[in-house]
């Protein structure tokens, strides 16, 4: 099984300015770098459209996601109060009957 390479921010940046700024196809960028076409294309259209955010690197979540995380813990934390509300509501009625 082979590892998944990594590749730095500025190696991202630099292959995509070849394609956008030295007028380089995207197949012929990709050869030169050694790397898939797909991957560079990929790499094209996440800097067009998140501009700053793009590369950002493992970890380093948008305000967005970090909200959205926070959320769905508190989710999560209230689902399985609520569950536990229920088993206590059988549990005392059985015992009062």
């Known amino acids: 099984m082979s590892t ?4 730095t921010k500025e190696f991202k940046l630099d292959a995509v300015s070849l394609v956008t700024e030295q007028n380089y196809t995207c197949p012929e960028a990709a050869m030169s770098l ?3 076409p797909n991957i560079l ?4 259209r996440e800097l067009t459209e998140k501009d700053d955010l793009a590369f950002r ?5 948008t305000a967005e996601q970090t909200e959205i995380r926070q959320l ?5 934390r209230l689902t399985m109060e609520k569950e536990i509300l229920k088993k206590a509501t059988v549990f005392f009625a059985k015992e009062m009957k």
């Not at 998944?4 to 590749?7: I, V």
């Not at 294309?41 to 094209?44: M, V």
């Not at 690197?57 to 979540?61: I, R």
């Open 72 to 76: 769905r813990a508190e989710v999560r």
């Open 57 to 61: 690197g493992n970890g380093k979540l």
């Open 34 to 36: 050694g790397i898939n």
């Open 41 to 44: 294309s990929r790499w094209i």
């Open 4 to 7: 998944r390479r990594k590749y």
